[in-house]
C-alpha cells in the first residue's frame, strides 16, 4: 500500500528538482544582517498566508463543508488592525486581539448557519465571501491603509534566528492543529462527522459545536493570514488582500489528499500542497510568466496532480507495470 502522502511528496520533489537545475539562482541561500535570503526562503514566507489558509481549511473540509470566505476575512481581518493602530491609536496587541476576534465571530456565524439555519455551507461562505469584502471596503472607505508600525510589520517580515517569522508562526500553527487532530478525540470526532455526520450524531457527538469550533477555527487562520499579508507590505489593501487565495487553500487541501466529502483530514498533505503550489507560482514569475498564463499552468498541474491520487491512475499504473517488465 502506497505512502499516504507519496504523489504529493513525489510531484513537489519534481518541482524543487526542476528548478534547482534548470532555474538560474533558485537554489541559492545566503545570509544577510542575521537573516536569511533566497527564493526558498521566499517559498515559505511568501507562501505563509496560504499555508495558514490551508491549515484551517483542512479541518472544515475533513467535516465535510467549505469555506470560501477565508480571502475576504484576511481583508477584514487587516483592514481592521490597520485601522484600529492609524485612526483610534490603539496598541498593536489590542489591534491583533481585535482582529484576530472578529475573524473568530465570522467564523461563528458562519458556523451557526450551518448547523442551526441548515443553509449548505457553500451558500453560508459564499454570501460571507461578498459581505466580509464589502465590510472591509465600507470601513476604508475602499481605500488603501498605510503604516509605519516596526512592532506590526515584524509579523509578515520579521526573523527569528534568521528565519521567516510567518513561516516559524504557520509552524506552530500547523503543530498545535496536528496535535489536536491526532493527539485528542477531538481529531477523531472531526473524521466521523465527516465520515457520517448522522451516525455521529445519534453516537452523542455534539456535533453542533465541533462544527462552529471549526469554522472558527477555520476564520482565526485566515485572520492571522489577513495580519501577516497586511504587515507584509505596510498597508492594508482591501480590495486584493487574499483575493482568489479561498482557491489556492482549497486545492492545496485537494492535492494534499483530504477527500472533499469529508471523513478525512491530511494536515502534512494540505501542507505540502500549498508549498507546492508556492513553489510554482514563484518558478513560474522567476521565468517572466504572465500572471494570466499562471493561472492556467497552475490550474493544469494541479489537475494532474490531483489525477495521480485517484484510482483510476492507480489502474493505469498497474497495467502499465507488466507490460515495462515483459518488455
Known amino acids: 500500500m502506497r505512502p499516504r502522502n507519496l504523489w504529493p511528496l513525489v510531484a513537489l520533489a519534481a518541482l524543487l528538482i526542476f528548478n534547482m537545475l534548470f532555474t538560474t539562482g533558485f537554489a541559492r541561500i545566503e545570509l544577510r544582517d542575521g537573516r536569511l535570503f533566497g527564493t526558498l526562503v521566499d517559498i515559505f514566507q511568501n507562501g505563509a498566508p496560504v499555508m495558514l489558509l ?86 476604508t472607505h475602499d481605500q488603501k491603509i498605510s503604516f509605519e508600525i516596526p512592532a506590526f510589520e515584524f509579523i509578515g517580515n520579521g526573523t527569528v534566528l534568521g528565519l521567516p517569522f510567518p513561516a516559524l508562526l504557520v509552524a506552530v500553527v500547523a503543530l498545535c492543529v496536528g496535535l489536536l487532530l491526532r493527539k485528542t478525540s477531538t481529531g477523531l470526532y472531526i473524521e466521523a462527522m465527516g465520515g457520517n455526520p ?50 489556492d487553500a482549497i486545492l492545496a487541501v485537494v492535492l494534499g489528499g483530504t477527500s472533499l466529502t469529508g471523513g478525512r483530514a491530511n494536515l502534512v498533505g494540505s501542507l505540502i500542497g500549498a508549498i507546492f503550489i508556492q513553489t510554482l507560482t514563484i518558478m513560474l514569475q522567476m521565468r517572466g510568466v504572465i500572471t494570466e498564463h499562471t493561472l492556467i499552468i497552475k490550474a493544469i498541474v494541479a489537475l494532474a496532480v490531483c489525477y495521480m491520487q485517484t484510482p483510476a491512475f492507480e489502474r493505469l499504473a498497474r497495467r502499465l507495470r507488466p507490460a515495462e517488465g515483459s518488455a
Not at 105 to 126: D, E, H, K, R, S
Not at 218 to 229: E, F, M, R, S
Open 198 to 247: 448522522q451516525a455521529a450524531r445519534l453516537c452523542g457527538l455534539r456535533v453542533h459545536v465541533i462544527r462552529i469550533l471549526a469554522f472558527m477555527a477555520c476564520a482565526l487562520c485566515a485572520g492571522l493570514a489577513g495580519l501577516i499579508a497586511a504587515a507584509d507590505i505596510k498597508e492594508a489593501d482591501v480590495a486584493n488582500a487574499g483575493l482568489y487565495l479561498e482557491l
Open 54 to 139: 490551508a491549515v484551517g481549511m483542512t479541518l472544515v473540509i475533513a467535516l465535510g463543508g467549505i469555506d470560501l470566505s477565508v480571502g475576504s476575512v484576511m481583508a477584514l481581518s487587516g483592514a481592521i488592525a490597520a485601522l484600529l493602530m492609524t485612526e483610534q491609536g490603539q496598541s498593536v496587541p489590542v489591534a491583533i486581539a481585535i482582529a484576530l476576534g472578529v475573524a473568530l465571530g465570522v467564523g461563528a456565524l458562519n458556523g451557526a448557519l450551518v448547523t442551526y439555519a441548515g443553509i449548505q455551507p457553500i451558500i453560508v461562505t459564499l454570501v460571507m465571501l461578498v459581505v466580509g469584502r464589502g465590510l472591509a471596503q465600507t470601513l
